[in-house]
C-alpha cells in the first residue's frame, strides 16, 4: 500500500547545470625555425610538451589547448591587448604524462629528453587574426595566460574558460553549457601543411621530424605489432599476423579476436583508418580489437632502426562511432568527356 505524503512539505530537488567553463592550456609558440618545426610534429603526431612540470600538472585535466603563434610576448598587457594572434585550437586527449623517449626534431637531433612533460592533443580548428583585447573570444585572462606563457619558455598555462566563443568563431556546431563535449566529424581540423613553415636551412632541409621515412614508420608499426602479439600470446592467444584486412588473427578454445594494431611516437589521441578498416570494425560478425602503442622510442645504429618502450591503449570489441570519425581525405569524380 502506497503511503500518502503531504505536498506541502515537497521541496523540489535542485536542478543540476553544468558548468560553462572548461579548463584549457594556454600555449605561446615562438617563431624560430626549430620551434616551427617542432609545431609541424606536434600537429602530425598529436603532441604537445613542455620542459618542466608545474605542481598544477598532476592533478589538471585540461579539456583544450590554444596554441597561439604570431605575436611577440615580451610587451605590457595594454600594447599586447591591441594585436591579434593565429590560435591552434585543439581537444585534449591524454592528460600530462612524463616523457620516456624523445620525439620532437630537436630531442631527436640530440638523443636527449627536452620536453618531459608531454599531453595528447587533437586538432579542431585554425583561428586566425584573434583579437587579444577583452571583447575578443579569448577574454582577457586566457589572452594575458597566452603572452606569460611567452615570457616562461612556452610553459602552458591553465585557465577556466567558456570554450563556447572559440567554438562559435571555429564553426563547431555544439552547446557546450548543455553538452560539454565535441564530436570530431563536425570539426574541419588541421594538418601540420596549414602552419607557415619556417625558412631552409643552408643545407636545404626542412627537418629530419618530416621527411616521410619508410624504414622508421615500418620499425614503429612492427614495434606495436610484436607489442600486441606478446600480449595476445601472453593471455593463451594463438596468434597469426595477418597485415590485410587486418593486423592479428586471435584464436583461444574456439573463440577468435581480429586485433588492429597502431603504432607511434606520438600521444594516444587517434590514429588514421582506410575505409576497410572502418568497415571491418562495424562488422556486427566480426570480433575486433584496437591496440595502439604510443610514445615509441626510437634509435637508429648504423642505419637501422631500434625500437623500444611504449604505452598501450587497448580497446576490445572495438567498433568506430562517426562523431570519433574525420575524413582526412577524398575522392573526386570527373566529369564526362
Not at 600530462?96 to 640530440?110: G, I, Q, R, S, V
Not at 552547446?175 to 613553415?197: C, D, H, I, M, Y
Not at 624504414?215 to 606495436?224: D, G, M, Q, T, Y
Not at 573463440?255 to 572502418?278: F, H, M, P, Y
Request: hydrophobic share 35%; aromatic share 8%; glycine share 8%.
Amino acid at each position: 500500500m502506497s503511503r500518502h505524503q503531504d505536498s506541502s512539505n515537497d521541496v523540489p530537488a535542485p536542478l543540476h547545470r553544468l558548468s560553462q567553463t572548461a579548463s584549457f592550456v594556454m600555449v605561446h609558440v615562438g617563431q624560430k625555425p626549430e620551434t616551427r618545426r617542432n609545431l609541424q610534429h606536434g600537429i602530425e603526431t598529436r603532441s604537445w610538451g613542455f620542459p618542466r612540470w608545474k605542481p598544477e600538472y598532476r592533478s589538471a585535466r585540461p579539456r583544450f589547448a590554444v596554441l597561439a603563434t604570431g605575436v611577440g610576448p615580451r610587451v605590457q598587457l595594454d600594447k599586447w591587448s591591441t594585436k591579434k594572434i593565429t590560435l591552434y585550437l585543439f581537444e585534449v586527449r591524454e592528460n600530462f604524462y612524463e616523457a620516456e623517449a624523445p620525439h620532437w626534431p630537436d630531442e631527436e637531433a640530440e638523443n636527449a629528453i627536452k620536453y618531459p612533460v608531454r599531453f595528447g592533443i587533437e586538432p579542431l580548428a585554425v583561428l586566425r587574426a584573434v583579437r587579444l583585447d577583452e571583447d575578443g573570444p579569448l577574454g582577457l585572462a586566457a589572452s594575458d595566460a597566452i603572452r606569460v606563457s611567452g615570457t616562461q619558455q612556452g610553459i602552458g598555462m591553465l585557465v577556466d574558460m567558456d570554450p563556447q566563443p572559440l567554438l562559435d568563431l571555429a564553426g563547431i556546431p555544439t552547446n557546450w553549457s548543455e553538452q560539454q563535449t565535441v564530436a570530431l566529424n563536425r570539426t574541419s581540423g588541421f594538418t601540420a601543411e596549414q602552419v607557415k613553415p619556417p625558412k631552409p636551412s643552408k643545407s636545404g632541409s626542412s627537418g629530419a621530424g618530416f621527411v616521410s621515412d619508410p624504414k622508421k614508420r615500418k620499425a614503429i608499426e612492427l614495434h606495436a605489432e610484436d607489442m600486441a602479439v606478446a600480449h595476445y600470446e601472453g593471455e593463451g592467444w594463438t596468434v597469426e599476423r595477418l597485415g590485410k584486412p587486418y593486423d592479428l588473427h586471435c584464436t583461444r578454445h574456439g573463440a577468435e579476436r581480429r586485433v588492429e594494431v597502431k603504432g607511434t611516437t606520438g600521444a594516444a589521441t587517434s590514429v588514421d583508418l582506410t575505409i576497410n578498416e572502418v568497415e571491418h570494425a562495424r562488422n556486427p560478425q566480426n570480433t575486433v580489437d584496437l591496440f595502439v602503442v604510443s610514445d615509441i622510442k626510437v634509435d637508429i645504429r648504423a642505419g637501422d632502426y631500434t625500437t623500444s618502450g611504449g604505452r598501450v591503449l587497448h580497446l576490445h570489441d572495438w567498433a568506430p562511432a562517426d562523431e570519433d570519425l574525420r575524413p582526412r581525405s577524398f575522392e573526386y569524380r570527373l566529369p564526362l568527356a
